[in-house]
Every structure is written in C-alpha cells, then in structure tokens.
Nanobody, 120 residues
Framework: QVRLVESGGGLAQPGGSLRLSCTPS????????IGWYRQPPGSQRALVAT???????TYADSVKGRFGISRDDHDNVVHLQMDNLKPEDSAVYYC??????????????WGQGTQVTVPT
C-alpha cells in the first residue's frame, strides 16, 4: 500500500524557515511526480511546488524565490524548504504523489497533512 508521511510542520515567525519532509512507503524515484499542496482554513487546497521523476520543478507564484523543493533518493524523502515565511503561508501542507499503476495510468496519493503556522 502506498503511503506518504509528512513531517516538519510547526510554528515559525515571519521571516523564519521551516523544512517539511515527505517520506513515501515506496522509493521516491518511482513516483512520476511528488508535490506539496496547502490548504488555509476556509480555502481550497492549492499547489505549492512539485518535482518530477527527472527533477523538473514547478512553484506557485506566491512562493517563488522563497520555497525550494528537492528530492533525496538516498534518504528516500522529498523536502520543501520554506524560507522567509509570511503569515499567508499558514496552512495545512499536504504531500501528493502520483505513481504508475498496473493499468498504465497515474494514481494520486495524499499524505495526512502537517500544520504550518506563521503568526502576524
């Protein structure tokens, strides 16, 4: 069974940093793409950053220049380094992985989420 486990959330002051980690039950390099999404209270879940199997990355405009997504194959983890945090970054952050299944199509998996709080 495929599972994604997030860690690293917590409280950070404005301008501070946090590093989130996503550890799948399978090897990270077997996922077509792994990404981070976030959902503030009362809002829709939205893309933060993604990294593909060949290490291509994408970022939401709101986090460009502040967040960095990376993959560590040896430790089998995808990190989201969050620098210069702002109150508007406060949200539950979810790890998402897309992985090929027997049908040849991708299936989407979600982690349980980790809370990030940046007070005003």
């Amino acid at each position: 069974q495929v599972r994604l486990v997030e860690s690293g959330g917590g409280l950070a002051q404005p301008g501070g940093s946090l590093r989130l980690s996503c550890t799948p039950s399978q090897s990270v390099y077997t996922f077509y793409v792994i990404g981070w999404y976030r959902q503030p209270p009362g809002s829709q879940r939205a893309l933060v950053a993604t990294i593909t199997h060949d290490r291509k990355t994408t970022y939401a405009d709101s986090v460009k220049g502040r967040f960095g997504i990376s993959r560590d194959d040896h430790d089998n983890v995808v990190h989201l380094q969050m620098d210069n945090l702002k109150p508007e970054d406060s949200a539950v952050y979810y790890c998402q992985g897309k992985r090929d299944i027997d049908s040849g199509e991708l299936y989407t998996y979600w982690g349980q989420g980790t809370q990030v709080t940046v007070p005003t």
